[in-house]
């Protein structure tokens, strides 16, 4: 099968493109097109090079320039490199046993790591975790929110950072949704210097479970991430994400006017999609939010921020305190 090499970044940008100018999703494109969404969304992030013909048929369906691209063999990038550690491995070892031994021998250890990975893990191998897919729900939607808010993936971690000073109670609960839906208890690290808690998850293939639930690795700004489609499929999994990314990256907040103090609800992010999300989830459910600046929503009438903690709520206690204390102004006359 033939592949496209493109310049770094253009294969990205060519994916963005067919997106922008056909109106559909990810997952649409891809059964419109006969692609596995896995290998759509591989393509798009530039993990793999994407298929020659599969490309050619966008290009000309969208009017999209391929020109600088190139055909190319699959497995082009081997030649070169098997050649140069062929050469090496001879000189340091001689000549390697027949392609049949070699083929036996590695069925004989993948399938003995299987059977007791434990005891290759105590040898110091490196035995690949299995994490397995939970399924689609609320809280798990809610956990995307809180990742894309304030967490982070590299190839090999997934990690939430959250402020030792404000959100200790809710680093609490956090720790307990990520046990409960992945299986696995993560780390809890504490940093002084930063003034921050980091709950930790470890596995290239948990990094792997959440590229496939939408997330990306990386710079998520760089990445202009959204919503996954899974959960703008049903409100009540946008409401759960809404949550997750406002305990995140919103609050509430006391603003002084006029000698009254004042409460405001702010969400904020870079990622422009993300934003305009966020927005359209709040607008269809009938709050009261507007943009300030490019990269901040805001809400400032106390009956919608009321409503918003009866309809989405918050699994943060500091909001919940914050909202109680502006009603016991109001209650006052203050």
């Keep these: ?48 090079s994407a298929d020659y013909e599969k490309v050619l048929m966008l290009s000309t369906d969208f009017h999209i320039s391929i020109r600088k691209a190139k055909k190319v063999d699959d497995y082009w990038y081997t030649e070169k490199g098997s050649s140069i550690g062929g050469k090496a491995h001879y000189k340091l070892y001689g ?14 250890s993948q399938e003995r790591r299987r059977k007791d990975p434990e005891k290759y893990r105590e040898l110091g191998c490196n035995v690949k975790k299995v994490f397995a897919m939970p399924p689609y729900s609320e809280r798990l939607a809610e956990l995307v929110g809180i990742l894309m808010g304030d967490g982070s993936m590299s190839d090999y971690q997934v990690r939430v950072t959250l402020s030792r000073k404000v959100d200790r109670a809710y680093a609490v609960f956090v720790r307990s949704l990520m046990e409960d839906l992945i299986g696995e208890k993560p780390t809890w690290i504490e940093r002084a210097e930063y003034n921050t808690i980091d709950l930790i998850l470890s596995g290239a293939g948990l990094v792997e479970v959440f590229e496939y639930l939408g997330l990306e690795r990386g710079d998520k700004i760089a990445h202009q991430i959204s919503i996954p489609e899974w959960i703008q ?47 359209d989830i709040l607008l269809e459910l009938g709050f009261n939010i507007r943009k300030g600046g490019v990269n901040k929503l805001y809400m400032y009438h106390l009956e919608h921020m009321s409503r918003y903690m009866r309809v989405i709520g918050s699994n943060n206690p500091k909001n919940t305190v914050k909202l109680e204390q502006r009603m016991g102004y109001v209650r006052k006359g203050a």
């Design 233 to 279: 499929e049903k409100q009540n999994y946008q409401i759960a994400c809404v949550r997750g990314l406002f305990d995140t990256d919103g609050g509430f907040y006391f603003h002084q006017k006029a000698r009254r103090k004042y409460l405001g609800w702010s969400f904020s992010s870079s990622s422009r999609p993300l934003l305009q999300g966020v927005m």
């Design 1 to 48: 099968m033939a592949r496209i090499s493109f310049e770094p970044g253009r294969q990205r940008e060519f994916f963005e493109k067919v997106r922008f100018r056909s109106g559909l999703s990810f997952s649409a494109l891809a059964k419109k097109y006969s692609i596995g969404e896995r290998s759509f969304r591989d393509w798009r992030r530039e993990k793999f």
């Design 95 to 108: 000549a390697p046993g027949t392609l049949e031994d070699r083929r036996k021998g590695g069925r004989v």
